[in-house]
């Protein structure tokens, strides 16, 4: 396999890590607010900007990944 491939794929685990953490974990704080409450559960804007700004680093790890193997390693 490639190296910029192999790169990529673990840049890409990391990021799916990343994203699904942060969600879960916002999701939480938006379940124990609403039950502090007594609301419905939803994300408010800075939860929702949060996890927007972690998608979008999740979108340029791959790529960082796969450069930074080929720059070592390739």
Do not use: C, N, Q
């Amino acid at each position: 396999m490639p190296v910029y491939v192999e790169g990529a794929l673990i840049g890409l685990g990391l990021a799916a890590f990343l994203v699904l953490a942060e969600y879960l974990l916002i999701k939480k704080s938006a379940r124990e607010r609403a039950v502090r409450f007594h609301r419905k559960v939803e994300i408010d804007s800075s939860e929702a900007s949060r996890l927007r700004s972690i998608m979008t680093f999740a979108v340029l790890l791959p790529p960082g990944f796969a450069l930074a193997y080929w720059v070592l390693w390739g």
